[in-house]
Nanobody, 124 residues
Framework: QVQLVESGGGLVQTGGSVKLSCAASGRTFRIYAMGWFRRAPGKEREFVGGISWAGGITNYEDSVKGRFTISRDTSKNTLYLQMNNLLPEDTAVYYC?????????????????WGQGTQVTVSS
């Protein structure tokens, strides 16, 4: 089993930046890819982006391209989400997730492992 714990959320002003971390523990050798999702109040969970664990190849949802950057430190088993130029519509609980479906879409949400989430609030 793999445990995921997010940190780094908080309150930020429009145009500001926040960096989230997701620390993985347990059977981390099983991880082959990770993703970030978010759920805004009253909305469905949304894919933010993902990264392949070995090669570091990333993909992003269109709404965050150019503003958000996903990275990972394999030596620390930690995933990151650098969020710049934040907008009020980025307000959400952000979740990290591990291992998307091998033959399915990374956007599907059908990941093996999930963190508990961390709140990011962007004030206007």
């Amino acid at each position: 089993q793999v445990q995921l714990v997010e940190s780094g959320g908080g309150l930020v002003q429009t145009g500001g930046s926040v960096k989230l971390s997701c620390a993985a523990s347990g059977r981390t050798f099983r991880i082959y890819a990770m993703g970030w999702f978010r759920r805004a109040p009253g909305k469905e969970r949304e894919f933010v982006g993902g990264i392949s664990w070995a090669g570091g190849i990333t993909n992003y949802e269109d709404s965050v391209k150019g503003r958000f950057t996903i990275s990972r430190d394999t030596s620390k088993n930690t995933l990151y989400l650098q969020m710049n130029n934040l907008l009020p519509e980025d307000t959400a609980v952000y979740y990290c997730a591990g291992n998307p479906p091998i033959s399915g879409s990374w956007k599907s949400g059908e990941y093996e492992y999930w963190g508990q989430g961390t709140q990011v609030t962007v004030s206007s």
